[in-house]
């Protein structure tokens, strides 16, 4: 009898948000097409995942891949998705924050037709939101973007929203139910604290987080979860690191607003004294904070209050980042996380600090896959569903090192690290495309995905 699937992953314990089990895994034409505890049913080749976990893949709500990149080169989306791979990542959703920016439709179809070829995972994309596009964002919906990126904060690469276009954008994508995920600084406190700073001669890496206070990004939450909450509108508030933030959207969610809430790894795994210790290469917005900070940030991680995890995967050349070696306020603000994030936020969360397995999936997947209405093709592993899926190994330790990252420009301030729990296999859409420490997929190999509305 010939194979009847392409593939068989077998004996492992598959988990989802809501379950996990230990079973078998069939798969065909892309697509997950049994899960049984039968283990003797055809397949052209078949995984031993026994001890292991079967997990549905990263959905990273957060990457800036940097293509179309309008200036020097730190990352291209065949690099970037080569490392997302190597990270368990099976879908990027990309930010609008290259040159020209992803604000009118022809900006959005010309970003796909570039990345496109260059895919080694699959990717869903954000449209900007800025003042007075709004006949844009309808056409940008209709060619499938999955929500729209909006700044309170000043940016090089983005005009932001004041109040009033803040909360037009809410009226308007809260009547066609689509997420607006915003960048929640206070403007004019950073503004203001950057130059006085500057004026003082406080320029070091320690400096930067008071440019960037706490109740900046404190203050800015509590402005659009009232404005989400009084328009009804999607709201999703992105790299959050600050506790009492948290606390606000969980009010205003008590209250019945439509808010959600991501963190990054930086801000779970980074503290003061890795910003003193590495300098430019900790910068990024908002700051990392101190351990304290952290502490609280994790308490409610523990207590479900933060949906998800993303990367906000942000390379830049070691040139660029020495820009800021006697300023710190001069170096552009970004970090790399793509690769590492989905094994160390395994490692603190459901190693060190008993998080289980389930809440994991549904903060490194099903959470964000349905935020951006990309569930049920993606988020989880059902009949039906893409075949998206990692092998993971929670017991393997591994050290962190530059060598083995796949990003354009090799650096992360977590080298040097021990991590408990490794990405053995990437498989999207069925095919292998990672596998022990080699990509096994050509860019366009991944695929776009519109938004499921």
Same mark, same amino acid.
């Given at each position: ?21 230990? $079973? ?12 049984? $505890? ?103 919906? #209709? ?27 809410? !009226? ?214 893409? #075949? ?7 017991? $393997? ?27 053995? !296999? ?28």
């Amino acid at each position: 009898m010939g194979a009847v699937y392409d593939l068989c992953i077998k004996k492992g314990t598959i988990v989802n948000a809501d379950r996990k089990v230990k $079973a078998n895994v069939y798969i065909k034409n892309g697509r997950i097409d049994a899960i049984t $505890a039968e283990e003797d049913i055809p397949a052209a080749r078949v995984i031993n995942a026994e001890g292991r976990l079967v997990l549905p893949g990263f959905v990273d709500p957060h990457t800036h891949l940097n293509d179309p990149p309008g200036g020097d080169v730190s990352e291209t989306f065949l690099t970037g998705t080569r490392s997302a791979a190597a990270g368990g990542v099976t879908t990027c959703i990309e930010m609008p924050l290259t040159t020209p920016v992803v604000s009118t439709a022809k900006a959005f179809i010309d970003k796909r037709a570039i990345c496109g070829p260059k895919a080694v995972v699959d990717f869903a994309m954000f449209g900007a939101c800025v003042p007075g596009n709004q006949d844009e964002i309808q056409k940008m919906l #209709a060619h499938g973007a999955v929500a729209f990126k909006a700044f309170t904060p000043f940016s090089i690469e983005i005009p932001r929203l004041d109040d009033a276009s803040m909360l037009k954008a809410m !009226e308007s994508l809260g009547r066609e139910q689509v997420t607006l995920s915003i960048h929640c600084e206070n403007a004019d406190m950073i503004t203001s604290l950057t130059e006085e700073l500057q004026a003082q001669g406080r320029v070091k890496p320690g400096d930067y987080q008071d440019a960037h206070p706490l109740i900046s990004e404190l203050e800015a939450v509590q402005r659009v979860a009232l404005m989400a909450y009084k328009t009804g509108a999607r709201v999703h508030v992105v790299h959050c690191s600050c506790p009492e933030a948290v606390d606000v959207v969980s009010y205003y969610r008590s209250l019945g607003a439509d808010l959600t809430v991501e963190t990054c790894p930086h801000y779970l795994t980074l503290n003061e004294k890795d910003v003193e210790r590495w300098g430019v290469y900790c910068i990024c917005n908002p700051p990392i904070r101190d351990q304290s900070v952290q502490d609280e940030l994790w308490k409610r991680v523990l207590e479900g209050k933060l949906d998800c995890i993303g990367t906000d995967h942000s390379a830049y050349l070691h040139t660029e980042k020495a820009e800021g070696k006697d300023n710190i306020f001069k170096t552009p603000a970004g970090i790399t996380a793509m690769q590492l994030c989905y094994p160390l936020f395994f490692d603190e969360a459901v190693n060190k600090r008993g998080m289980s397995v389930e809440q994991f999936v549904s903060m490194s997947s099903t959470a964000a896959a349905k935020r951006y209405d990309i569930y049920p093709k993606k988020g989880l592993i059902d009949v039906g569903a893409d #075949a998206d899926v990692v092998i993971f190994d929670p017991k $393997a330790q591994w050290v962190v090192e530059n060598k083995k990252l796949f990003y354009l420009e090799k650096w992360t301030p977590h080298v040097g690290r021990t991590v408990t729990g490794r990405v053995d !296999e990437t498989i999207v859409r069925g095919k292998s495309v990672y596998r022990d420490g080699e990509i096994l997929a050509e860019g366009g190999y991944g695929c776009f995905v519109p938004a499921l509305r």
